[in-house]
C-alpha cells in the first residue's frame, strides 16, 4: 500500500512538472506563429502632420517615397530599427527618403532628452545626421542616471566630430536648442505614437501608412515592389 502511494504522489508531481514545462514553452512557440501586425493608412493624417516645418530630411527632398521615424536615442531596439532604414534609404537613393522624429516613450530613458539636444546642437553646424548616427552607436555612454555624466557624453561625441566646443556649449544650453524637441514631440502626439520605434510611409500626395510594429516594417522593407 505503501508503494502503491508513492507511485501515485510521483505521478502527480510528474504531471505539475509537465504542465509547468508547458506554460514555460508555450510562449515561445506561439511567438513564432504569432501573425505580423499589417500595416495600415491613417486618412486622417497629413504630410505635414509628419513632417512639419524643421523636420531633417535624409536622402533626396525630391524622392516619391518618404520614411518617417519616431525613435528614442536611448532606445536599443531604435538603434537596431534606425540603422536598418538607414541603409534601406541607401538601397533606394532615388525612389526613398527619411525623416527621423525624437520623441521620448520610456520615462527610464532619463538621459534621451539630453541626446536629443545634441544632435540638435550640431545641426547647428551642420552635423545632425552625424552626430544622430554617433549617438545610436554610443548609448552605453549615456547608461549612467547622472546628469552631469550625460552631458560630458555628449561633449564627448561633439569632440569626435571636431566641433567648434564653445559653439556647441552655447547652442546646446540655449532655450531655442528645445524647440526642434518640441517640434518631434507635437508631430508625435499628433500621429499619436505610443511606441518607439514607429514607421510611417508617405508616398506622393496619398495617405501615410502606418507600420504598427518593427517587424510589419521589416516586411515591407524586404520586398522590393515597395520601391519600384
Known amino acids: 500500500m505503501k508503494k502503491s502511494s508513492e507511485a501515485k504522489f510521483l505521478g502527480a508531481l510528474l504531471?505539475?512538472?509537465?504542465?509547468?514545462?508547458?506554460?514555460?514553452?508555450?510562449?515561445?512557440?506561439?511567438?513564432?506563429?504569432?501573425?505580423?501586425q499589417k500595416p495600415?493608412?491613417?486618412?486622417?493624417?497629413?504630410?505635414?502632420?509628419?513632417?512639419?516645418k524643421g523636420s531633417r530630411m535624409r536622402g533626396k527632398k525630391e524622392a516619391p517615397i518618404v520614411l518617417v521615424e519616431f525613435g528614442d536615442y536611448q532606445c536599443?531596439?531604435?538603434?537596431?530599427?534606425?540603422?536598418?532604414?538607414?541603409?534601406?534609404?541607401?538601397?533606394?537613393?532615388?525612389?526613398?527618403?527619411?525623416?527621423?522624429?525624437?520623441?521620448q516613450i520610456n520615462a527610464?530613458?532619463?538621459?534621451?532628452?539630453?541626446?536629443?539636444?545634441?544632435?540638435?546642437?550640431?545641426?547647428?553646424?551642420?552635423?545632425?545626421?552625424?552626430?544622430?548616427?554617433?549617438l545610436l552607436d554610443s548609448q552605453d555612454l549615456f547608461a549612467s542616471p547622472d546628469y552631469h555624466e550625460a552631458v560630458e557624453a555628449a561633449?564627448?561625441?561633439?569632440?569626435?566630430?571636431?566641433?567648434?566646443?564653445?559653439?556647441?556649449?552655447?547652442?546646446?544650453?540655449?532655450?531655442?536648442?528645445?524647440?526642434p524637441v518640441e517640434v518631434d514631440s507635437r508631430a508625435a502626439a499628433q500621429c499619436s505614437v505610443e511606441v518607439t520605434p514607429q514607421f510611417f510611409v508617405i508616398r506622393g500626395t496619398g495617405a501615410p501608412t502606418r507600420f504598427p510594429s518593427l517587424d510589419s516594417f521589416r516586411e515591407f522593407a524586404k520586398n522590393p515592389a515597395n520601391f519600384r
Open 76 to 103: 536599443k531596439t531604435c538603434s537596431l530599427a534606425t540603422k536598418e532604414a538607414e541603409k534601406l534609404v541607401d538601397q533606394h537613393k532615388d525612389k526613398l527618403s527619411m525623416v527621423f522624429h525624437h520623441i
Open 155 to 179: 561633449m564627448k561625441l561633439a569632440g569626435r566630430l571636431k566641433l567648434d566646443m564653445t559653439k556647441f556649449k552655447a547652442d546646446f544650453e540655449s532655450k531655442t536648442n528645445h524647440k
Open 15 to 36: 504531471l505539475v512538472a509537465l504542465a509547468l514545462v508547458g506554460v514555460a514553452i508555450y510562449p515561445v512557440l506561439s511567438k513564432g506563429t504569432q501573425p505580423v
Open 108 to 134: 527610464a530613458h532619463l538621459n534621451a532628452p539630453i541626446m536629443a539636444q545634441a544632435a540638435t546642437a550640431a545641426e547647428c553646424q551642420g552635423k545632425f545626421w552625424e552626430m544622430h548616427d554617433l
Open 40 to 52: 495600415y493608412t491613417v486618412p486622417k493624417l497629413t504630410r505635414e502632420d509628419l513632417i512639419p
